[in-house]
């Protein structure tokens, strides 16, 4: 299966592909994943997409692109693979189309003010980067792996919070018009407990299976 995973910052995208690629054997395939590896590996792609990084300038497109073939290229693709992270955009999703024939796409729905709810209660430890959520520490501080004061992202404070959602609803959610169209998305509730959320995710994959 080649599946897309889509849904708002905080929607659990990374531990829901980790489920699915865990139980129907996929090869996890992130944008960041794909930034790292290239650069490490020093490709061509890769050496570009540094240069941009280098700057702090965004990817372009182009580049994403060619760093997506490459990885698509890799024997853990063979037996499918899950995109977490892309396409972000419709004209990413179109130049995708160009290479690769996606089966189903996940969409992982929960209201705003749950996910700020979520996202702004998330503590990290800057040591270990383990994530905790305030309502399960129970009032402690501290990581209870290594000591270490927990902290908040500046990503997960309620403005910034925000400003992301508003940025995914303008660039990534009209991907969602975008493959009904085509008939393969599959929309699931994101409030749910994650393995509950996950069992409905495999429900619907297996259906396309």
Do not use: W
Request: include cysteine; charged fraction near 25%; glycine fraction near 8%.
């Amino acid at each position: 299966m080649k599946i897309i995973l889509l849904g708002p910052p905080g929607a659990g995208k990374g531990t829901q592909a980790q489920l699915i690629t865990e139980r129907f054997k996929l090869a996890h395939i992130s944008t960041g994943e794909m930034l790292r590896t290239a650069i490490r590996n020093k490709t061509e792609t890769g050496l570009k997409a540094e240069s941009f990084m280098d700057k702090g300038q965004l990817v372009p497109d182009d580049v994403v692109i060619a760093l997506v073939q490459e990885r698509l290229q890799e024997p853990d693709c063979e037996n499918g693979y899950i995109l977490d992270g892309f396409p972000r955009t419709v004209a990413q999703a179109e130049a995708l189309d160009t290479i690769t024939e996606i089966d189903a796409v996940i969409d992982i729905n929960l209201p705003d003010d749950f996910l700020v709810e979520r996202l702004s209660g998330r503590r990290v430890c800057p040591v270990c980067e383990r994530s905790y959520h305030v309502e399960l520490l129970n009032g402690a501080t501290t990581c209870p792996d290594d000591g270490a004061v927990l902290v908040q992202r500046e990503d997960d404070e309620p403005k910034t919070i925000k400003s992301r959602l508003k940025v995914y609803y303008q660039k990534t959610a009209p991907l969602i018009a975008y493959y009904k169209a085509k008939g393969i998305v599959h929309a699931v509730d994101g409030t749910q407990y994650y393995k509950v959320l996950g069992e409905n995710i495999a429900d619907e994959l297996k259906a396309v299976q």
